[in-house]
């Protein structure tokens, strides 16, 4: 019998873009980019441009765990990450799957509105998410927006962070790219422990998948074995080289190159 492989593996439940730039491609291309094996769990259907998402559709509840217990039961798997859910169905499903799996590290990418604003998480999902996912989640990735609507009575992005630690998440990353500021800072929270300050210089265009691009880098540097630090920081230096070398597909956003590390891929 073969031997199997010991490439780290990532569970990762994302929607279906059909521009190739955010969710479930940006998930495979990323961790392909950093030596993991992805592997997809569809969650939703959804028709979108780099302009905006049209519409969505989730995954019938039984399927997607059906998808997801196939592979669990098949494959050990480092991390799981989780990307768009959409429904309330959808989290209950994920909830359970993570209580059957409490050794595995989680990185949740708190999905709520599209770059061109169309809302893909509404009040229940995100309580939702509040209840049943964050206390089960390793490393959070809100941007600064996701921030302040899982946690609206806090009145600054610290009190946001804080009140989402207190919920049992032990490291909250809130990026900065929706912030006004000269270059864009992301900070990690943790719990028991200074806040950690990361600069990265602001870049000119915006991006569609950077959000997926990170919490799968995070993931995928996970499973290779990093601390969480670590496997921040390094996701945050691929993200932001895939954004810098990214280019424009459409009419809207551009999309991160993934494969910059390869020069054919330019």
Known sequence: MPELSDKPKVLCFSGLDPTG???????????????????????????????????????DPGLLIQQSRA??????????????????????VVHTLLKDYPEIPVVLDPIIVAGGGYELAGNEVLEAMRNLLIPLTTVLTPNANEARQLAPTADTLDACANEILDLGCPQVLVTGTHLESDNVVN????????????????????????????????????SHHLTVRDAVQQAQ??????????????FGQHLPNRSFWNQSGH
Request: with cysteine.
């Open 71 to 92: 592979v669990l039961e098949d494959m050990t798997i480092q991390c799981i990450k989780l990307g768009l859910l959409g429904s309330v169905e959808t989290v209950e």
């Open 187 to 222: 900070r990690l929270y943790s719990q028991h422990q200074q806040v950690t300050l990361y600069n990265w210089p602001r870049l000119e265009h915006s991006y569609h998948g950077s959000g997926c691009t990170l919490a799968a880098a995070i993931a995928g540097y996970l």
């Open 21 to 59: 730039g955010a969710g479930i491609q940006a998930d495979i291309e990323t961790l392909f980019s950093i030596g993991c094996h992805c592997a997809p769990v569809v969650t939703a259907l959804t028709a979108q441009n780099t302009q905006n998402v049209l519409s969505s559709m989730p995954v």
């Open 237 to 250: 230096r691929f993200t932001w080289e895939s954004l810098s070398h990214g280019t424009r597909m459409g």
